[in-house]
């Protein structure tokens, strides 16, 4: 009688190779489709098609709406760090200059007890100490030494001994940063202007479409587009190579613009995968313990 097929035995104490494959075992890649890429006219906060876009000096494009509200509650947030960072040092000023004067009442209570042989009164109530000269319990004679150590130590098993840990709030950057690159960002963003498409065979479509006002390509996610920071204009990076940089000037407005001034546009990036040559999403499963189930780890990037 012949034996059963390694893909049908299924009573072993270990999973075999087509039954890990079945379970989708190991790593998995998958080419990413249009859906999953953001578009190049989108807002990079909203995700929607942009309204009067700006771009940042990197290349970021989002709607003037949208970054000027995050700029603005940026802000906000700064200031109500740096107010909670004013009241905690001035917190920190007042505690200081009372153990200053508590320092201080100590050193003369005990000049005074020096010379005069009377018993210090402490306002501190963390010091404690009766008439026998015992520490907390009445039962051990310590020195002075001692007392002090027990005076400072942090104890956590007792509730009155508890060190007390406040929140530190740090000084804040000044400085509003890009939501995209993560960069310092001001207010030197500069409008982006893009060629519509008004042909003929265009006018009856309902979705827009944008072109290189210079060789009248359509503007699609796969090509590299370079914006003029001087007028806002958009090329593709071949005009904008061969033409804007070598010429200096806009081939639109005619308005000059530097080298530096080609801003290069990010193109469109999501949280599945970086856009770039190869848009693949990469997860790895391994098996539980006993369970026969598949544990999933987070995507990566590739």
């Known amino acids: 009688m012949p034996q059963r097929h390694s893909k049908n035995n299924n009573d072993l104490a270990f999973f075999t190779y087509d039954e890990k494959r079945k379970l989708g075992y ?22 929607k098609h942009f309204i009067d876009p700006m771009s940042c000096q990197k290349g970021h494009v989002f709607c003037k709406e949208c970054i000027l509200e995050c700029l603005l509650a940026q802000k906000k947030d700064i200031q109500r760090k740096l107010a909670a960072h004013i009241v905690q040092l001035k917190q920190e000023k007042e505690e200081e200059e009372e153990r200053l004067m508590l320092q201080r009442a100590k050193e003369l209570d005990a000049f005074d007890q020096q010379n ?43 509730p009155s001994a508890t060190p007390e840990a406040p929140a530190k709030v740090d000084a804040p950057s000044t400085s509003t940063v890009c939501p995209e690159g993560k960069e310092k960002l001001k207010l030197t963003l500069f409008p982006v202007h893009f060629t519509e498409d008004t042909s003929e065979k265009k006018k009856s479509s309902l ?28 090329f593709c990076k071949k005009c904008a190579e061969r033409f804007v940089a070598v010429d200096k000037v806009c081939l ?3 308005k000059p613009c530097k080298e530096r001034g080609l801003v290069k546009l990010e193109k469109g990036g999501t949280g599945f995968a970086a856009h770039g040559d190869h848009l693949e999403a990469t997860d790895f499963k391994h098996l539980g313990s006993g369970s026969g189930l598949g544990l999933v780890r987070p995507a990566t990037k590739t």
């Open 26 to 47: 190991g790593t998995q890649k998958e080419r990413l489709g249009k859906d999953s890429i953001k578009p190049f006219d989108a807002c990079c906060l909203c995700l």
């Open 116 to 158: 005069h042989g009377a018993l210090p009164h402490y306002s501190d109530r963390n010091y404690s100490r009766d008439k026998n000269g015992f520490h907390g319990a009445n039962s051990v004679k310590v020195t002075s030494y001692e007392e002090e150590a027990l005076r400072t130590m942090k104890a956590f098993w007792l």
């Open 207 to 234: 979705d827009r479409t944008y072109i290189c006002p210079s060789c009248k390509v359509t503007l699609t996610n796969a090509m590299s587009l370079v914006a003029l920071s001087s007028c806002g204009h958009v």
């Open 252 to 254: 639109l407005c005619s």
